[in-house]
Antibody
Framework: EVQLVDSGGGLVQPGGSLRLSCSASGFSFIKYGMHWVRQAPGKGLEHVSAISSNGGSTYYTDSVKGRFIISRDNSKNTLYLQMSSLRAEDTAVYYC???????????????WGQGTTVTVSS | EIVLTQSPATLSLSPGERATLSCRASQTVNNYLAWYQQKPGQAPRLLVYGASKRATGVPARFSGSGSGTDFTLTISSLEPEDFAIYYCQQRSNWPPEITFGQGTRLEIK
């Protein structure tokens, strides 16, 4: 079964740090770029970060640049998001997501983790 | 950044009716557009990719159309399980600037 399992969320004080993990199974993890997408309570979806299949290229939305680091360990089929200097506005459910894009086609975000909740509050 | 604007914000229909959801992009997105369904407490589910291709396992009553800047998701005859929030999404190749529409809530009338 193709699956992503998110973990690592919790309650953290403003200015604190947290590391999210995402364990992949059922597909060839090393072949795909991966993403983190978040959803604040009662709000829509926001793309946070992406990493290429070999981990050599990364992308961050402006609001998390310099505070979040995305990484992956292809030997462990695991994606990470190291979050630091956390703010109240980072409170959200964080989803690990797989998608696929070719030279002339986009195949969508076809596999999502179940989400892990991050709450930033004193 | 490409902005996706979905309309209407809320759509109230009855089972058996046809639903038409719109997604307009601020710039051409080259059919790198997808639609997702999200139910309360669940992760989003991919419905349509490449603007018009149904994802694996998605019922035939769901169809996507459009090109350039104007896209539509149509549900031909609503089933009770279709009442949910629907998002459109686009991405560029690299850097992967990905944006989502604000969502359309499809509710039972």
């Amino acid at each position: 079964e193709v699956q992503l399992v998110d973990s690592g969320g919790g309650l953290v004080q403003p200015g604190g740090s947290l590391r999210l993990s995402c364990s992949a199974s059922g597909f060839s993890f090393i072949k795909y770029g991966m993403h983190w997408v978040r959803q604040a309570p009662g709000k829509g979806l926001e793309h946070v970060s992406a990493i290429s299949s070999n981990g050599g290229s990364t992308y961050y939305t402006d609001s998390v640049k310099g505070r979040f680091i995305i990484s992956r360990d292809n030997s462990k089929n695991t994606l990470y998001l190291q979050m630091s200097s956390l703010r109240a506005e980072d409170t959200a459910v964080y989803y690990c997501v797989k998608d696929e894009i070719g030279d002339y086609a986009y195949y969508g975000m076809d596999v999502w983790g179940q989400g892990t909740t991050v709450t930033v509050s004193s | 950044e490409i902005v996706l604007t979905q309309s209407p914000a809320t759509l109230s229909l009855s089972p058996g009716e046809r639903a038409t959801l719109s997604c307009r992009a601020s710039q051409t997105v080259n059919n790198y557009l997808a639609w997702y369904q999200q139910k309360p407490g669940q992760a989003p589910r991919l419905l349509v990719y490449g603007a018009s291709k149904r994802a694996t396992g998605v019922p035939a009553r769901f169809s996507g159309s459009g090109s350039g800047t104007d896209f539509t998701l149509t549900i031909s005859s609503l089933e009770p399980e279709d009442f949910a929030i629907y998002y459109c999404q686009q991405r560029s190749n690299w850097p992967p600037e990905i944006t989502f529409g604000q969502g359309t809530r499809l509710e039972i009338k």
